[in-house]
């Protein structure tokens, strides 16, 4: 069973950028669709980006297209989220998951993702 740990979040300015992490033990990620979550404070867990496993294909919410880009570093067994352009409205809980197998028009819905890492903060402030 595939175990996720995120890392890289923190205080950033607004127009500042950050890149987030998700390694995995216990399982190759390629071998998994691998979706970031945000959760802010009183609102619904929402999808910001996926990429596919295999092929790579990924999927972005439209608050972040042009934003963010997801990558994967086979060789490290690592996603990354790099955000830029960041605003307060990006404050939230940054959550990666992974799914051996996730319908295309639920990628970016909490649905099909059976593992889940812990959380790390993202704030944006001045």
């Known amino acids: 069973q595939v175990q996720l740990v995120e890392s890289g979040g923190g205080l950033v300015q607004p127009g500042g950028s950050l890149r987030l992490s998700c390694a995995a033990s216990g399982g190759t990620l390629d071998n998994y669709y691998i979706g970031w979550f945000r959760q802010a404070p009183g609102k619904e867990r929402e999808g910001v980006s996926c990429i596919s496993r295999n092929d790579g294909t990924t999927t972005y919410a439209d608050s972040v297209k042009g934003r963010f880009t997801i990558s994967r570093d086979n060789a490290k067994n690592t996603v990354y989220l790099q955000m830029n352009s960041l605003t307060p409205e990006d404050t939230a809980v940054y959550y990666c998951?992974?799914?051996?197998?996730?319908?295309?028009?639920?990628?970016?819905?909490?649905?099909?993702?059976?593992?889940w890492g812990q959380g790390t903060q993202v704030t944006v402030s001045s």
């Open positions: 998951a992974g799914g051996e197998s996730v319908r295309f028009w639920r990628r970016l819905r909490t649905t099909d993702y059976n593992y």
